[in-house]
């Protein structure tokens, strides 16, 4: 069983939204925090979200103020919210976690486990 298995990608025009979601496996052990990367082609991989356990979130400059993520702490699942998609954001989607948070910003996070990745296409 994979450490974190996603759902929710797939197509949607500029200006729509899409939820994507993530459940992390039983065996992990509470993460501390739980995080989305993306990675578009011929591009680095980036942080765009985190959500520590208790609480506190962190979002990537490019995505403040359109996408939200939220967690469920009981499940161990974590949900990143997008609206108002631009075709900027159109990557492999990763969601993420992990117990080394640095200074518990998107930039500082240390993922353990990663997911397999789902796909996001923003049209214009």
């Known amino acids: 069983q994979p450490p974190l298995v996603e759902s929710g990608g797939g197509s949607v025009q500029a200006g729509g939204s899409l939820r994507l979601s993530c459940a992390a496996a039983k065996y992990i052990y509470r993460p501390y925090f739980m995080a989305w990367f993306r990675q578009a082609p011929g591009k680095e991989r980036e942080g765009v979200a985190s959500?520590?356990?208790?609480?506190?979130?962190s979002y990537a400059d490019s995505v403040k103020g359109r996408f939200t993520i939220s967690k469920d702490n009981g499940k161990d699942t974590v949900y990143l919210q997008m609206n108002s998609a631009e075709p900027e954001d159109t990557a492999m989607y990763y969601c993420?976690?992990?117990?080394?948070?640095?200074?518990?910003?998107?930039?500082?996070?240390?993922?353990?486990?990663w997911g397999q990745g789902t796909q996001v296409t923003v049209s214009s």
């Open positions: 993420a976690a992990g117990y080394v948070a640095g200074r518990g910003t998107i930039a500082t996070i240390r993922p353990t486990y």
């Open positions: 959500i520590e356990r208790t609480g506190s979130m």
